[in-house]
C-alpha cells in the first residue's frame, strides 16, 4: 500500500527494553498506509492520527533513540560490557539534556519526560564510584584514568577511582618468586625441590614492580581496539593487571545476555515425542479449571 514494503505492526511490550522506540519507527515508517487504511475504514477513523501527533511521535522517538544506542552497546555478548558503563551513562545524561535544552516544540510535556528520564540515570550514576565500576573502566586500555580526565571529573572522584583499583591491584598482585638458596639443593625422587617448587610457581601470576605506573603510564589503545585481543597480546607485559582483566571484564553490564541464554534453553533441550502436547493439554485444562473458579 502507498508504495511502502510490506511490514507488520510492532507492539510495545512494558517489560522489554527498547519496545516503545520500535513500535514508534515502525509506525512512523508506515505512516502513509497507516493514515489511508483509517480514511478508507470508517470503523477505523476514529484512530486516525493528526499531523500533530505524528510530529510528537517523531519528537518522543528523537528522545528514546539515546536509550536504544546505550542498551544496545550494554546487552551486547561479543565483547566486554562493563568497561563502557561509566561512559554510557555520561553519554546518556548528556544526550537527553542537550535534547532538553533544544527541544522547540509546544508540548512542556516532553520537557518534563526528559528532565524525569534524566532523574534516572542521575540516581544510578551515584554508584559509578563503586570499585568494580572503576576497575573495569580503568581496565580498558583505550580509557584508563584518561576517560576521567578528560571529561573533567573532579580530582577527589579521580582519586577515589584509583585508589579502588589500586586496591583490586594489591589484591591481585603476587609477590616475586623465592631467592634460590646458596646451600646444594636437596633431591626428591630424581629431581631438586627448588625444581618442584619452580613448577609449582610456573603458572603464578608475577607482578613487575612498576606493572601499574607502566600500564597507566602507556598511550591509550585506539578507539578501535578489541579490548579481549589486547590483553591476550599484553598479558606477558602485565600478568596481575591481566589476571583482574580476565575476571573483571568478564562481569556483564546488565543481564540480558544472560537472559537470552536461558530463553534459548529450549532449543537445546527437545521434549520427548508426544510430551509437548500433553504438557499443552495439562497447562489448558488447569487454565480452564482457574478461569471457572469464582474470584
Known sequence: MAGVPSKELIVDVRTRWNST?????RALELREPLDSMTTLDLELGKYRLAAEEWQLLQSILQLLEAFKLCTTHLCAASHPTLTIAV?????LIDRLEDYRDTYEGPLDAIKAATDAAIDKPKARYSKAGVEVYAVATILDPRYKLNYYRAHEWEAEWVEEALDGFKNAFARYRCSPAPRAREQAPMKWGGGSLEELVESSLKHRCVAKPDELKQYLDAPSASPGTDVLQWWKANAASYPCLAAMARD????????APVERVFSGGTDLVRPKRGALNE???ELTMRLKNWLEQPH
Open 279 to 281: 504438557r499443552s493439554i
Open 21 to 25: 522506540h520500535d513500535m514508534i519507527e
Open 87 to 91: 561512559p554510557v551513562y555520561n553519554f
Open 248 to 255: 573483571y571484564l568478564a562481569i556483564p553490564a546488565t543481564g
